[in-house]
C-alpha cells in the first residue's frame, strides 16, 4: 500500500513594531526579564487595551505580500485557556473576521513550480516565556514577550514531504524580511511555526488524523521533526495501528531525536471564543490597502531574475544571495563601488559565509564594509596582492575590523612583481630542484607547477603568479634549449 504525506504549517511572525500591541511597551529582544512589562500587558483587572495602528498595517503589507483578501472590517477575539505564561487567562486573537482570507505562496522546488494556498493571516498577541531550571522543582515566567505582536499565517495542507515544507517556510521567511514585516530572527523566536503532519493512501481526499508539533524555530528542525513523525506514522499505517495516531499536540525533543506528545489537541469550540469587548471592530479602507500595496519593495523572485539577467551571476548564486536579505543587501552595495558582479558572489558564497559561520555571526552582522571589500578586490585585481595573500588579508579584517591597505602595509604581503627580484628567487629553486627541470625536459611538463609552487613558498605566496608563471616557463625553456 502506497502513503502520501500530508502537511500543513501555522507560522508565527513577530511584526516589527517597536511598542507591543495593546500597550506602549518596548518589544525589544534581550531586556533584562519581566523589564518590558505593564499593567496592560500583565493582565491587572481594570486595564484597558488599545490596538496599536502599525500592527494594522503590518498586517495588511503581509496580506498584501502574500496575494490574500484583505478583510476590510474584522475583529479580535478572546481564546479562552489557562497556561502559566498567559498572564490573562485568555488571548486577544481573531476568530471568525480575521485580517485576510486566502492568499498563496510560489516557490521552485526540485525543478517545479510549486504553490502552497494560505487559508488565512489574523494578528494576536504573544505569550510569555517559561524558563525552566536545570534540577529544580520550578519554574520561572519572563512576560517581557507577553503581548508582542504577532501576525499568524495558516496555510492549508498543501505541502508533501519535509523537505518542501522547509523550501516554502525559507520562501515566506524571505518574503516577510524584505516586506520589513517581521525581522525573521528565527533563533530569537521572531519566525517559528506549528506544522501539522498527517498520513493517507495515495490518491485518497480524505484528510486523517493529524499531529500537531509545537513552537520550530528552525530549518534544520523543522525537517528532522517532520521526517520523525512521518516515519512514526507511516510505521503505524504499515503495522494496521493507524488508530493509534491520536489529534494530539506534540513537540520535537532534538536531544531524543522523536516527537514526544504534550496534550491532547483541542477544537476550536474548546477555546470558548468570543468577541473582545474592549476593543472596537477594526474596519480597513481602501486607500490604506493602496498605499501599503505602493509601499511594498522588490520581492525575492522578482530579485533574483533581476540578479542572473542584470549581474550574470548563476540561478544557483542568486537563489543563495537573494534568500538572505542581508546578503542581497550587502551584494548590491559592493557593485555600486564598481566591484565585480561574479567576484563578489564568490566572496559572499565563500570566505564571508564560512567567517560568519564560524563566529557564529548573523548576516546582518558582517564586519567587513562593502567598500573595504570593493578595495580588497581591487588590490588583487591590480597585482598589488595575490589572490592567497587577499584571503589572509581578509580574515585579519573580519577579526580586526581594519582596512586591507593598513594590514598589507603592516606585515609587507604587497606582492612582488619586479622581474629582477623573481629572476633571482627562479634560479635559486632551479639549483635546489635540478630533478624537476630534468623531469621537464623529459616531457613531464607538471613539474613546471611543482616549481611554481616552491616559488609560492619561498615569497610566502607574494610572487605574482603571473609573473612567475611566465618566468620560469621561459627559464625552463632555456635550460633545455
Not at 144 to 165: K, W, Y
Not at 188 to 204: E, F, M, P, Y
Not at 314 to 343: C, H, M, R
Not at 398 to 410: G, L, P
Request: charged share 30%.
Amino acid at each position: 500500500m502506497s502513503y502520501e504525506t500530508v502537511i500543513g504549517l501555522e507560522i508565527h511572525a513577530e511584526l516589527n513594531t517597536k511598542s507591543k500591541i495593546f500597550c506602549s511597551c518596548s518589544t525589544k529582544f534581550g531586556s533584562k526579564p519581566n523589564a518590558n512589562t505593564c499593567p496592560i500587558c500583565l493582565g491587572i483587572p481594570g486595564t484597558l487595551p488599545v490596538l496599536n495602528e502599525e500592527v494594522v498595517r503590518l498586517a495588511v503589507k503581509a496580506g498584501t505580500a502574500l496575494n490574500c483578501k484583505i478583510n476590510k472590517l474584522n475583529k479580535m477575539d478572546r481564546k479562552n485557556y489557562f497556561y502559566p505564561d498567559l498572564p490573562k487567562a485568555y488571548q486577544t486573537s481573531q476568530y471568525d473576521l480575521p485580517m485576510c482570507s486566502g492568499g498563496y505562496v510560489e516557490f521552485e522546488y526540485e525543478g517545479d513550480k510549486k504553490k502552497v494556498r494560505l487559508n488565512r493571516i489574523h494578528i494576536e498577541e504573544d505569550a510569555g516565556k517559561l524558563v525552566h531550571l536545570e534540577e529544580e522543582e520550578v519554574s520561572l515566567i519572563d512576560y517581557n514577550r507577553v503581548g508582542v505582536p504577532l501576525a499568524e499565517i495558516v496555510t492549508e495542507p498543501d505541502m508533501r514531504s519535509p523537505q518542501e515544507a522547509v523550501q516554502f517556510l525559507r520562501t515566506l521567511k524571505a518574503i516577510l524580511e524584505y516586506s520589513d514585516i517581521s525581522d525573521c530572527k528565527m533563533e530569537q523566536g521572531s519566525l517559528r511555526c506549528d506544522a501539522n503532519i498527517s498520513i493517507r493512501k495515495v490518491g485518497s481526499d480524505v484528510l486523517n488524523t493529524k499531529v500537531e508539533i509545537k513552537n520550530i524555530n528552525s530549518f534544520k528542525e523543522l525537517q528532522k521533526a517532520l521526517e520523525k513523525e512521518e516515519k512514526r506514522q507511516r510505521e503505524l499505517y504499515s503495522f494496521g495501528e493507524e488508530y493509534k495516531i491520536k489529534q494530539e499536540t506534540r513537540r520535537w525533543d532534538s536531544g531524543k531525536g522523536k516527537t514526544v506528545p504534550m496534550r491532547s489537541k483541542e477544537d476550536a469550540h474548546d477555546y470558548r471564543y468570543f468577541p473582545e469587548p474592549d476593543l472596537a471592530p477594526i474596519i480597513v479602507y481602501d486607500e490604506q490597502i493602496e498605499e501599503v500595496k505602493n509601499s511594498l519593495p522588490e520581492m525575492p523572485d522578482k530579485k533574483e531574475i533581476r540578479f542572473i539577467n542584470e549581474y550574470g551571476i548563476s540561478q544557483n548564486e542568486a537563489e543563495i544571495i537573494v534568500d538572505d536579505k542581508a546578503l542581497a543587501i550587502y551584494f548590491e552595495e559592493t557593485l555600486g563601488f564598481g566591484a565585480s558582479p561574479k567576484a563578489t558572489a564568490n566572496w559572499i558564497l565563500g570566505d564571508i559565509l564560512r567567517l560568519l559561520k564560524d563566529k557564529e555571526l548573523d548576516t546582518s552582522e558582517i564586519p567587513v564594509k562593502p567598500e573595504d571589500l570593493f578595495k580588497l578586490m581591487k588590490m588583487i585585481d591590480e597585482g598589488k596582492i595575490s589572490n592567497t595573500v587577499g584571503k589572509e588579508v581578509f580574515e585579519e579584517m573580519f577579526k580586526t575590523d581594519r582596512n586591507a591597505d593598513a594590514i598589507v602595509a603592516e606585515k609587507g604581503l604587497t606582492q612582488i612583481s619586479s622581474t629582477d627580484e623573481l629572476e633571482k628567487i627562479i634560479e635559486d629553486i632551479f639549483e635546489k630542484n635540478p630533478q624537476s627541470i630534468s623531469d621537464y625536459a623529459a616531457g613531464k611538463t607538471q613539474s613546471a607547477g611543482f616549481l611554481m609552487g616552491q616559488v609560492m613558498k619561498a615569497t610566502k605566496s607574494k610572487a605574482n603568479p603571473k609573473v612567475a608563471k611566465e618566468l620560469i616557463e621561459k627559464k625552463l625553456k632555456e635550460k633545455i634549449s
